[in-house]
């Protein structure tokens, strides 16, 4: 800490606090004056009407990312939430990331149904307003694209926390619980998978183990309080908790109980991690542990030694986050950051701790443990199992250095 | 008093088998759900429209055949703006070549080096090809097209007839690639 800088913040302190006083002299001397202006000083317009639909304020600007420089087909279209600029667990549905693979369809719930056949005593066929006659469920859960982090696999150093991580989101998400469904139709002994299938142009396509299926998934119809917004799948998507955001299917129009896999494209040659040794991976569901400071974070700027708040989010798709911890030595040393409660399983955690930097080179980072034991690895550990041809499920660690003059820059380097 | 209640009896008999029958027929026709009786049977046509997904071994398939010599002309038509003229131009995913690099630093993923079933080909051609007119091709056209994408990647001959029968039968290089998910992959530590 520099001592002059705290001299010069009370200098300026006193010099506000007179000017404080001089003006209020001046509003009394001005009431006093018969004919004046008015008692309650300068005249005031009147605030805007009531309106149907909320927008935010014209000074707020957090937006999505959406990759400028290069115009990318539909089937990569993908945008980013700006995670620092989210507090608490929730992401606005307007700032949930991205990804689809033939643009977003546009569906009327009037006229939407879901089928469920296959392996099953009774296929049905259900409306919109049918699935919400059910017995319905509201859960807060993370959603995210395997693809998320992919940047720090190798990383460049370049980017900042919302292009490298901002393919996550949470959101409070309503439906009916997709067990509900599949007790009405009768799932045969035989049926061990699901086909879960949109109704987007390309009719993107999922195969599911029936146990996830009974589990906790959810055919969701609702997300933060209104319906799903129709990049999120309007008017019917599914929730997979914990589960990566592919396999979520959007705009849900069939699913189809089956005794094996579909081994559909996206199953086989897409969403699929590649290993050295020149196999892959199929089925990896599960997003991992992961956790990531997203204040400050890249492209921020500290003003001077002093007193700031480290936050950002951790979360697992295999149960609830146990504990988050913080080095600020590049991973000397950790200690235990706070957890916004309550923590809730498969959603994002919002931590916090409270820091006093001294003004040197710093290298923060957070690792995220889950209440399997499981805590988050550096990417060198992940490489060292998987090799560099992988990029998906990478839930490794972000570090970000500061800086002596307080810029903060991505801390990842391959 | 008897006569009141031989006419209840002349009444309620009938009132009685046509409850029968609308407790046994109703949900026969309608098929609602047993707990919470919504929903209904999709009919015949309304489930051949929908079920499009082919299954690795063929299930699924529809009647109609092709050859690479048949497919080389939708393919220069429909496919190779974006995937070029031989499947190894791009702009689009590469779809021939790069057999014997998926372990090494530059592995190519193509149909021929990474697709593990013939049918993934063909299910995802009809669903979803080509990219901007998904749904437009005939089966015909799509068992054609992925008899050239076979042939250009050696799997086929020219002139091998690719239908129902014989498509779930091709070998793909790559079958046997895929591994289960053993994560997790990094050590386990429980806490005490």
């Known amino acids: ?270 969403y699929t991690d590649l290993m050295s040794d020149g196999t892959a991976r199929q089925f990896t569901f599960y997003m991992e542990a992961k956790s990531v400071i997203t204040r400050p974070s890249a492209g ?48 994002h955690t919002r931590f916090r701790w409270s820091w006093k930097w001294d003004g040197r080179d710093a290298i923060i980072a957070s690792r995220a443990t889950d209440d399997t034991g499981y805590t988050q690895p550096n990417v060198a550990d992940l490489i060292a199992v998987r090799g560099l041809q992988s990029g998906y499920h990478n839930n490794g660690i972000q570090f970000w250095n500061i800086a002596s003059d307080g810029t903060v820059t991505n801390g990842n380097r391959a | 008093m008897g006569t009141g209640r031989s006419l209840r009896w002349r009444i309620s008999i009938p009132a009685v088998i046509v409850m029968c029958a609308a407790v046994l027929s109703v949900p026969r026709l309608r098929a609602q759900s047993p707990s919470f009786g919504v929903g209904r049977a999709p009919t015949a046509d309304e489930l051949k429209a929908i079920d499009i997904e082919v299954l690795p071994d063929g299930r699924g398939l529809p009647p109609g055949s092709g050859t690479a010599r048949t497919g080389k002309d939708v393919y220069t038509s429909r496919c190779a703006t974006c995937h070029g003229p031989t499947g190894k131009e791009g702009p689009q995913d590469v779809l021939v070549g790069g057999k014997g690099t998926l372990n090494t630093s530059k592995p190519l993923k193509t149909v021929g080096s990474y697709w593990p079933y013939a049918a993934t080909l063909w299910d995802y051609i009809r669903r979803a090809m080509p990219f901007d007119h998904p749904g437009t091709m005939s089966s015909d056209d799509v068992y054609s097209t992925t008899a050239y994408l076979l042939f250009l990647n050696g799997i086929v001959g020219e002139d091998d007839v690719l239908d129902r029968t014989t498509l779930p039968r091709v070998q793909m290089p790559n079958r046997n690639g895929f591994v289960e998910d053993p994560r997790p992959d990094v050590p386990v530590k429980r806490r005490e």
């Open chain 1, 1 to 270: 800490m520099k001592p002059d800088q705290f001299d010069d913040r009370s200098r300026s302190r006193r010099w506000f606090l007179r000017l404080g006083a001089a003006w209020s002299a001046a509003l009394v001397a001005c009431r006093r004056q018969p004919g004046g202006k008015s008692a309650a000083g300068e005249p005031r317009a009147l605030g805007a009407p009531i309106r149907e639909y909320g927008s935010r304020s014209k000074f707020e600007s957090a937006k999505r990312f959406v990759q400028q420089e290069r115009q990318a087909p539909l089937e990569e279209a993908a945008s980013q939430t700006p995670l620092h600029e989210t507090c608490g667990i929730i992401t606005p549905s307007s700032l949930h990331f991205e990804r689809h693979h033939s643009g977003v369809p546009d569906l009327d719930p009037a006229t939407h149904t879901l089928t469920i056949h296959g392996l099953v005593e009774r296929p049905l066929v259900f409306t919109v307003d049918e699935l919400k006659r059910l017995p319905s469920a509201s859960r807060i859960y993370f959603l995210e694209c395997s693809g998320n982090s992919r940047s720090e696999w190798r990383s460049s150093g370049t980017t900042d926390v919302q292009r490298a991580h901002g393919l996550t989101s949470c959101s409070e998400w309503t439906g009916v619980r997709l067990s509900t469904l599949l007790h009405e139709c009768g799932v045969k002994p035989e049926g061990s998978w699901i086909l879960a299938e949109g109704a987007d142009p390309g009719r993107h396509d999922r195969s599911i183990p029936i146990a996830k299926a009974m589990d906790d998934a959810m055919v969701a119809y609702g997300q933060n309080g209104e319906a799903l917004r129709p990049e999120q799948g309007y008017p019917l998507r599914l929730i997979l908790p914990g589960w990566e955001g592919n396999a979520n299917v959007k705009w849900l129009r069939r699913i189809e109980v089956l005794d094996q896999p579909a081994m559909s494209r996206e199953e086989t040659s897409k």
């Open chain 1, 300 to 347: 921020d700027k500290l003003h001077g030694p002093g007193v700031y708040e480290l936050t950002g989010l951790a979360w697992s798709g295999r149960g609830a986050i146990e504990r988050v911890e913080i080095t600020t030595d590049g991973g000397r040393t950790w200690q235990a950051a706070e957890l916004q409660t309550p923590v809730l399983p498969k959603a």
